[in-house]
């Protein structure tokens, strides 16, 4: 299986402050045959469920908004909220589809400072 | 709009059984593979099980290894529905279970999920 370990497992950032999430996959998951990696990030509130945010590594979901972004390749990836806002506090998971069990990393919980 | 909506959720005994549904609408039910993702009190999330839709290729269904041989999934098209039959329950089956599509790709709707209790 897939061991995904995300870092830090919380922080806290000021409001309109840039947040940064790390995510590292045990292995590679780049698709070599359509160079695309099999990542996605999901933002979890508190009391609801999951919700998509980026897919192929880098590409926002519907909705998502400008200020979410993904980025990395291979076995090293970030989730960045350049200007966070209020409503972000939540918990943001990564997970990998590149192969069954598609495993999720840890979490990690996002505060206001 | 997509909605969907778990149920059959509720405290067993250790080594019970229970049945988990999962009504879906506002989508084309029969083209997405679906799939049960859980979540233990206060932990991550885990993929459960898939079944994919009945137009796709290859394996159809596939499970996480710890409840292999114990869980069932099934898709009902004609009732838009999903389902789980959990056997064996474990302590640490204890969860709250989502039904979730993957499309896009992702996980990319969920429901609200339905709590598993396995306790004595």
């Known amino acids: 299986d897939i061991v995904m370990t995300q870092s830090p497992d919380s922080l806290a950032v000021s409001l309109g402050e840039r947040a940064t999430i790390n995510c590292k996959s045990s292995?590679?998951?780049?698709?070599?045959?359509?160079?695309?990696?099999?990542l996605a990030w999901y933002q979890q509130k508190p009391g609801q469920a999951p919700n998509l945010l980026i897919y192929w590594a880098s590409t926002r979901g519907s909705g998502v908004p400008d200020r979410f972004s993904g980025s990395g390749s291979g076995t090293d990836f970030t989730l960045t909220i350049s200007s966070l806002q209020a409503e972000d506090v939540a918990v943001y998971y990564c997970?990998?589809?590149?192969?069954?069990?598609?495993?999720f990393g840890q979490g990690t919980k996002v505060e206001i400072k | 709009e997509v909605q969907l909506v778990e149920s059959g959720g509720g405290l067993v005994q250790p080594g019970g059984s229970l049945r988990l549904s999962c009504a879906a609408s506002?989508?084309?039910?029969?083209?997405?593979?679906m799939n049960w993702v859980r979540q233990a009190p206060g932990k991550g999330l885990e993929w459960v099980s898939y079944i994919r839709s009945s137009s796709s290729s290859g394996s159809n269904i596939d499970y996480v290894d710890s409840v292999k041989g114990r869980f069932t999934i099934s898709r009902d098209n004609a009732k838009n529905s999903l389902y789980l039959q959990m056997h064996s329950l474990r302590a640490e089956d204890t969860a709250v279970y989502y039904c979730?599509?993957?499309?896009?790709?992702?996980?990319?709707?969920w429901g609200q999920g339905t709590l598993v209790t396995v306790s004595s």
């Open positions: 997970q990998q589809y590149y192969s069954t069990p598609r495993t």
């Open positions: 506002g989508l084309i039910f029969s083209s997405y593979e």
């Open positions: 292995q590679s998951v780049l698709y070599s045959s359509n160079n695309k990696n099999y």
């Open positions: 979730a599509t993957w499309g896009s790709p992702g996980f990319n709707y």
